[in-house]
């Protein structure tokens, strides 16, 4: 098979295959390192030169005839647009067939339990049948760097479909309440006991199915060998370890306590709403109706994860289990994805860090960002921040890794034999079929917005975008507004025509990337398209940020020529039909007003004004954000300022390293991750509007750059004449060409690091622990990811003993860093006790405070109480959004009471109604009393203790 894109060498893959590069996938070069064999010479030899003596006439014969072949291949080399495998037109059908199933998923009037599934079945086979119609799978045999058999592959599948499959099970069962017995302690909170099935099961399924997958891999080939070319088991893999320490850290309680009002309840509302209005473009927000203040990302994945995993989202239905006697946890299914992208970043900036450094700074690197508060704190919330982050963290990491990766180098190829088929598989089609699974799923959406299936009976119709306002089974109650059909703003910019649009962005992606196999420009595209999910996420700053650094890189550095292989016009398609096909549909239903909402009120205005400001009289200057990422980043908190600095020692001592070296590598790095602290941290200090966590996208960074001076402590670690070596990677030329003086001068400096460390930290650590008037202490840690920052402490919790006992450990430990013969047993201290506080903050406090900060207790105990006393709930001068999200919306919302308040309850009693429920703040408790003309019975179903913010009462009328 003709494959003109093969810029290669030549040599055959299982030659090239023995070359390393810097990380576990790395590609190899051209084979062979050693002398040749001597040989003896023969009468072939003498043949061979007599033909080389005739050919000599034939040679200039055919000059011209060469010269035209070289013409020809010069021409191939220069195509702008690399050219792939025959086309294979069967995979149109396969795509046509799959795309057609999901668009009739999409278009059915009456949603499916399992619509959503299936739906994703269906974009995926369409994604597979793209990729087979570029022929994708027919790489020539000189790529194919390994080459194995389905049947070798069954165990590792099936180990992986188990892990999988149970993984699926048990969230399932966990949402539903079948996991999670109905034992309440004393204060009607849930028990650690009652807990700890979920916490137990779910993440042994999914450490099954991590497991599965490396088995699949070392069989199929990418995981056989390490970048030396020696096996290594799973158990010594640092990436592994990685994975489980986020997975045992961050999933135990991922959904085992309420969500937090007001991000987490204001999101996974809207989020709601997407089902239960079956409408994916225009989103609805309770009582306050269109939902225009941020960009779609968050609110869809929390979506499909409540379809997926059967939450009961419809009007009422949120906590409706109760009746049936189980206690259902639907905060399994909306934080799964916030998980899932957290563990992606972390992992993809450990590889990177990997390839450049060592994997040895890489994990710690990981584990130190893994251990930061604001970043495992956040990365257990429903908000938008941390779809934002680590989606660009992942394009930063991938960004990191393109531009130290050989331009020349190009993707493995993994052969699997079916049979008669053979198919071969390589990161391609990870990095083209990610593009398509995403952008796919939008142009069929916009198209099946023309058409509504019934099935019982069956019936088609065909119609313009017509789409509706208000929340179904709640229309017409008091803060809800009547439900009614809307007609897009921009009648001429239909659906159809969008998709028709995004369809050809797609196209041109696809022909344009059709023959593209280099490692560098592939990971590029990858580091584009997780640039336009952040811009999905959070807005602009998306790509912004990542393309800031990067050209703030290409300038510092003067590698001008990396501009060119950024794949900067294909990286903007991505961009294109993946992030903008919602900004769109958006701005046709509904025109200027959305744009101005989103982008003028919450981005522009944010920037230059103080909006929701709740930071009055604190010191809004560049210093607050100082202030935060002190108790962000607890207890590396000491380490972090040195750690910033560290790596300019690289640039001004020590030989100078060649372009490409291991040295300038890493300097080059460590500029990067720099300059991404730098512009993160000072874009969001020039905001005028400021809360703790718009700081989270200057955390990754600081934590690489922290994780590579631990590892510069160890091989700095014992006598001034032994370098520890590093694991893995590079072998630290830059230190092995400093002089022992030069050595001597940056173990003091540690040293003196070490001393300003443990002050730093321990004053940090105080202002965590120490109850001091007018100060928040305790709660500084919420305060990373909460709102409202002027909210009381409950008095039922203290756990100022517990925190004095970390800043004491981690203030120690940092000062006995000044022992250079210790460092190593020091280090590995340290990095245990920020596992243990991670733990700790996860498990307890976080666990603990969530009844406070949230209304799933308050809730429940409406839900048990009316299914005995049945009676409506009514929120009273409340607009939380947790009460909306726990009672599926299904509730009378009176943001401000007065004469509608009265009259609603007038008239409710008119009907016969004689008990209600309200949900309410503790403070106003007196004055609803009064409003309801002090009832027979009003009683408090739950407890300060519960809840020190919301309550339940119940009252009963004559």
């Known amino acids: 098979m003709n494959d003109t894109h093969d810029k290669s060498s030549g040599a055959p893959a299982d030659a090239r295959d023995k070359t390393t590069a810097g990380d576990d996938t790395a590609a190899g070069g051209v084979e062979g390192s050693g002398a040749a064999e001597p040989r003896v010479p023969s009468s072939r030899d003498d043949a061979a030169e007599s033909e080389r003596a005739a050919g000599t006439a034939d040679a200039a014969e055919s000059e011209g005839a060469a010269g035209t072949d070289e013409a020809a291949l010069d021409a191939e080399e220069a195509r702008l647009v690399p050219q792939g495998n025959p086309l294979r037109w069967r995979g149109a059908a396969v795509s046509a067939a799959g795309a057609f199933f999901a668009f009739v998923v999409m278009a059915l009037a009456p949603q499916l339990r399992w619509g959503v599934p299936l739906g994703a079945l269906g974009i995926a ?54 996991l999670s017995p109905s034992s309440l302690s004393r204060d009607g909170a849930p028990t650690l006991l009652s807990l700890a099935a979920p916490a137990v099961a779910v993440p042994a399924a999914f450490l099954t199915a991590v497991v599965g997958a490396f088995r699949l891999g070392e069989r199929l080939g990418p995981c056989r060998v390490d970048e030396t070319g020696a096996p290594r088991p799973l158990i010594r893999r640092h990436g592994f370890w990685l994975v489980a320490l986020v997975t045992l850290l961050y999933l135990p309680m991922l959904g085992s306590h309420s969500l937090t009002d007001p991000w987490e309840t204001h999101y996974g509302e809207v989020a709601r709403e997407i089902l ?18 941020k960009p779609v990302l968050d609110f869809w994945m929390q979506a499909l994860a409540m379809a997926a995993f059967g939450v009961r989202y419809r009007s009422g239905e949120m906590l409706s289990a109760v009746a049936e006697g189980r206690t259902p946890w639907p905060e399994w299914a909306v934080r799964l994805p916030i998980f899932a992208l957290t563990l992606i970043a972390v992992y993809l900036l450990y590889k990177a860090i990997a390839r450049i450094f060592s994997r040895r700074a890489g994990l710690l690197a ?6 930061m508060p604001q970043w495992f704190l956040v990365s257990h919330q429903t908000m938008t921040d941390m779809p934002f982050v680590a989606t660009m963290a992942a394009a930063m990491a991938l960004l990191l890794l393109g531009i130290h990766t050989d331009e020349a180098e190009e993707a493995r190829v993994y052969e699997v034999d079916l049979g008669a088929l053979k198919v071969g598989l390589s990161v391609y089609h990870l990095v083209l079929g990610a593009i398509i699974a995403c952008a796919l799923p939008q142009i069929l959406y916009l198209l099946s917005r023309h058409v509504d299936i019934h099935t019982a009976p069956f019936g088609l119709r065909l119609h313009g975008d017509v789409f509706s306002s208000g929340s179904p089974g709640n229309c017409g109650l008091p803060g809800n507004e009547a439900c009614r059909s809307v007609l897009p703003v921009l009648p001429g910019l239909q659906p159809v025509l969008q998709a028709l649009i995004w369809a050809q962005t797609l196209a041109i992606v696809l022909y344009a990337s059709w023959g593209e196999r280099r490692v560098q420009r592939l990971l590029f595209l990858a580091a584009w398209f997780f640039a336009a999910l952040s811009t999905m996420a959070k807005g602009p700053a998306g790509f912004g940020l990542p393309v800031l650094c990067a050209l703030g890189y290409v300038v510092v550095s003067r590698r001008y020529r990396d501009l060119l292989k950024m794949e900067i016009p294909v990286g903007l398609l991505v961009l294109a039909c993946v992030a903008l096909p919602w900004f769109v549909a958006m701005y046709a239903r509904h025109g200027q007003p959305f744009t101005d909402r989103l ?43 040195a750690s910033l600095v560290w790596w300019l020692r690289r640039r001004e001592g020590g030989a100078p390293g060649e372009p490409g070296s291991a040295e300038a590598r890493q300097s080059d790095a460590s500029v990067f991750l720099a300059m991404w602290f730098i512009f993160g941290f000072a874009l969001f200090s020039l905001m005028l509007t400021k809360f703790h966590h718009y700081i989270l996208p200057a955390v990754p960074p600081a934590a690489m750059l922290t994780g590579i001076l631990l590892d510069d402590m160890l091989r700095l670690e014992g006598g001034a004449g032994a370098l520890a070596p590093r694991s893995g990677g590079a072998s630290a030329p830059a230190l092995s060409a400093r002089s022992p003086a030069t050595i001597s001068y940056e173990r003091a400096m540690l040293g003196a690091v070490a001393i300003g460390a443990a002050l730093l930290v321990f004053f940090v650590g105080r202002d965590l622990a120490m109850a001091r008037e007018g100060q928040p202490s305790q709660a500084r840690l919420l305060h990373l ?48 006790l920020a596992v243990a506080f991670t733990a700790w903050g996860l498990d307890v406090y976080f666990v603990r405070t969530s009844p406070h900060w949230g209304q799933r207790e308050t809730l429940l105990a409406y839900a048990r109480a009316s299914h005995d006393i049945p009676g409506p709930l009514v929120a009273y001068q409340m607009n939380w959004k947790g009460e909306n999200f726990y009672a599926g919306n299904k509730l009378a919302a009176f943001v401000s009471s007065g004469k509608k308040f009265q009259d609603y309850i007038n008239e409710q009693k008119k009907k016969g109604v004689k008990t209600f429920y309200f949900v309410t703040e503790h403070g106003r408790i007196h004055s609803l009393s009064n409003e309801l003309g002090n009832p027979r019975i009003f009683e408090k179903l739950t407890s300060n203790e519960l809840n020190n913010k919301f309550l339940v009462v119940r009252a009963t009328f004559e």
């Not at 994708?136 to 069954?154: K, M, N, Q, S, Y």
């Not at 239960?276 to 203040?293: K, T």
């Not at 990981?366 to 251990?371: D, F, Q, R, S």
């Not at 003028?600 to 709740?614: E, L, N, P, S, W």
Request: glycine share 8%; with cysteine.
């Open 125 to 178: 086979v369409a994604t597979l049948g793209l990729l087979e119609l570029l022929g994708t799978f027919d790489d020539p045999p000189e790529r194919v760097a390994a080459r194995v058999g389905i049947r070798d592959l069954l165990g590792p599948l099936a180990l992986l479909g188990g892990g999988v499959v149970a993984f699926f099970a048990l969230v399932t069962l966990s949402v539903a309440g079948y």
């Open 276 to 293: 239960a209005r079956n409408d994916w473009i225009s989103l609805w927000w309770a009582q306050d109706g269109w939902f225009w203040s």
């Open 366 to 371: 990981g584990v130190v960002l893994t251990t």
């Open 599 to 641: 982008l003028f009120h919450d981005m522009f205005k944010r920037a230059f004004t103080h909006v929701h400001d709740t930071n009055e009289g604190d010191d809004v200057s560049f210093r607050y954000y100082v202030w935060q990422l002190g108790y962000a980043m607890f207890p590396w908190t000491g380490l972090v300022p």
């Open 785 to 832: 990811f909460t709102y409202n920052y002027k909210r009381p402490w409950p008095q039922s919790l203290d756990f100022s003993a517990t925190l004095w006992a970390f800043t004491a450990a981690a203030a120690v430990l940092c000062f006995l860093l000044v022992v250079a013969r210790f460092r190593r047993l020091v280090l590995y201290a340290l990095v245990s």
